[in-house]
């Protein structure tokens, strides 16, 4: 499967990648860099590491998204998920970093008994820019 990927992305299938691949596509959270490195059946520098990622990440096939505290987390690009906020004045979307409830779909599960598989989630609100009209119409 994770051979597939790359091909469709026209990237050499290497055994780095594909564990790599393997490593992100197996995890049920985004994982960091370092983990990925830890976990690896064969011996690659983090900086390798993080070169495929790179690339990986270029092709779309995993995605990264920084934490507030700095750190990137990896994850299959497939897998995510957007959420955004629609401007309720212009029909604007702005779309969200990460996913703001992922913590919940546990306690959600753990109270609840049921497996959860997704959600939907949306806001609505005012964007910055007609805050801002705002501002010069008062
Ligand atoms: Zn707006
Ligand atoms: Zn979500």
Do not use: D, W
Not at 43 to 61: D, G
């Amino acid at each position: 499967m994770e051979k597939n990927i790359l091909k469709e992305a026209s990237l050499k299938s290497t055994k780095k990648r594909n564990i790599i691949l393997k490593i992100v596509s197996e995890s049920n959270s985004p994982v960091t860099a370092e983990y990925i490195h830890e976990k690896s059946e064969i011996k690659m520098s983090l900086s390798t590491v993080y070169r495929a990622l790179n690339v990986l990440c270029e092709k779309n096939i995993i995605e990264k998204n920084i934490h507030q505290n700095g750190i990137a987390y990896f994850s299959m690009a497939n897998k995510v998920h957007r959420h955004s906020i629609i401007c309720t004045l212009c029909n604007k979307r702005i779309l969200l970093e990460s996913c703001p409830i992922a913590s919940l779909e546990n306690e959600i599960s753990q109270k609840t008994g049921c497996i959860i598989t997704g959600h939907n989630l949306e806001f609505f609100g005012i964007c910055p820019e007609c805050i801002k009209n705002m501002g010069n119409i008062l």
